[in-house]
């Protein structure tokens, strides 16, 4: 069972004090990040001119790597022919977040009709099972596809009920919150998992 906001809060004011002032993470050293301080201020940082093209992503060009196809059963918590569910090596600041991906290397552009129905009838699945764990306020889908050619969307459970942890900023938390404790992460996974399997069944 994810942590309640009272038990998350207290281990923030734990690792930080009363102020509850977490370190910066370090997207503020990302290349990407697009703000910084000028006189003490934050401001956006100015753009850079256009690239002559897109830079190729892991696993995009013929003969380059792609870390899931090298490992494919890493973090898998369920799959099935064509899909699978998989978590990180580790726990993170947020509850819990997950990545639903195919096992065909592909982008998102290249699903069929056929697949793309699949993609929304496990989307709305795994929605509803992160959203029925306890103390979970909301679950964000989000599919970036800049770093990894191989199709991947993000699913993010954020706490309920903690202020300014909301939104698209929620995903800039997780770099800061102190992670949940092993134990508790593991029994989440195996709750999404328990549940993915069980509608699978029910839906063949």
Known sequence: MPQSPEEIYARIVEAVGADGRLPMPPVGEWDSFPWEVVDGALQPKG??????????????????????????????????????????????????????????HMDFTD?????????????????RVMSALPHIGRVHVGRWGDGSFHLHVWFIARPARLPGIVGSMAVEWDEMLPAPPMPVWRGDLDTVAASLRRAADAAT
């Not at 792609?66 to 059963?73: H, Q």
């Not at 898998?76 to 509850?95: E, K, Q, T």
């Open 47 to 104: 753009l850079r001119p256009p690239l002559e093209a897109e830079p190729p992503r892991a696993g995009e060009e013929p003969g380059s790597t792609c870390w899931r196809c090298e490992n494919p059963d890493a973090g898998v918590i369920w799959a099935n022919d064509r899909w699978l569910v998989s978590a990180p090596a580790a726990p993170r600041g947020l509850p819990l977040i997950l990545f639903l991906m195919t096992r065909e």
């Open 111 to 127: 699903m069929d009709d056929e697949l793309a129905a699949e993609y929304g009838v496990l989307s709305a699945r795994l929605c």
